[in-house]
């Protein structure tokens, strides 16, 4: 060996061996920072390697089951918060759906959509900084009319910052869970909002478990952390104990500060997924926004470490259809977590036959217009060719290609849901 090779060799980091690392946390080990740091610093050539260690442990607490999650979106846009991220902050020019409380009813039938679907879990949201307490007893009326026709699915709520007693209330009608993520490090948090702090959102995880609801906080990534700050965000979604885990690729909104931001590859999402499913081995690991844009074609591969995806949609972009995410579900060989004895493929083949009968429906009847607006002034008195209803430069009719594409459809909208 020449010195220049030996200098070479002395340069280059040790592979991780993520086999043993995976076997170690199976027995109980923590994975430690500098462990950590060396997941997110895998080479692409050993990323693959590092899915399948960690997928041991997916398989370990959750087997061969995908937990199917399904979002309503109660009221959009309008929110008085400055989060840089969010197509829906003040400020924000993304010309998306914009409306005021859906009634029950409708909140109800929406959900009903990603039921059929297969979803265990509907996620109940709404824009603002947090609730009113008419805010949370309007949702409870929803939640409890939820569980009155659908009494086997979980109802997750996401309002924002809770006040003393609002969790309580929530519990009472029947909420399961309360989501509201850290989204990133506190190091990083100042730089991506505020208007109200990390601590405020940590306060609020704390409320929720107190009132004996599960609690569900996560991530967006791809806002610009170092790895540093990914693995002190990661570490503190562990201590405080969140039971299901969002990671959500940021989706760069045009009209937001994060307009043009890309910063994420497929291997470097699955590298993500991986350290999660490492840091946190036996809580739901759930796929959300943005996966079908930063994952792209690797999607099925981030179910070897990640045990739940949302359905269809999602808040204010429009997602993978809903059969497309069954069938693929499927191809990758698990199944859907409750109905274990349904093909998630014929599940699937269902929800084309009746989208397709939605469609034909549709066509017989009278033009609608998007309901309740995009931004764009798009509404059922609006002409058929005015900007907005769609037209490709308003970015909600269905010839915009942009990235995210913007959702036109299910809640706020007289059309049927991407489901």
Known sequence: MTLDTAAAETAQPALLDADELAARIASGHRITEAEALAVLATPDFATLPLVGAAGTLRRQHFGNTVKVNYLVNLKSGLCPEDCTYCSQRLGSKAEILKYTWLKPDEAVAQAGYGIAGGASRVCMVASGKGPTDRDVDRVATMVEQLKGEHPQVEVCACLGILKDGQAARLKDAGADAYNHNLNTSESLYPEICTSHSYQDRV???????????????????????TPEQLVEAVFALRELGSESIPVNFLMPFDGTPMEGTWLLTPLACLRILALVRLACPDKELRIAGGREMHLRSLQSTALEVANSIFLGDYLTSEGQGAAKDLDMIADAGFVVLGQEASSPADVARRLREAAHAAAAHEEQAPAGGCASGCGTGCGPSASADAPGCGSAAAGCGPSAAREPVLRRRGAGTQQGPNA
Request: net charge negative.
């Open 203 to 225: 306060d609020t995880v704390q409320q929720a478990q107190s009132a004996g609801l599960s609690s569900c906080s996560g991530l967006i990534v791809g806002l610009g952390e």
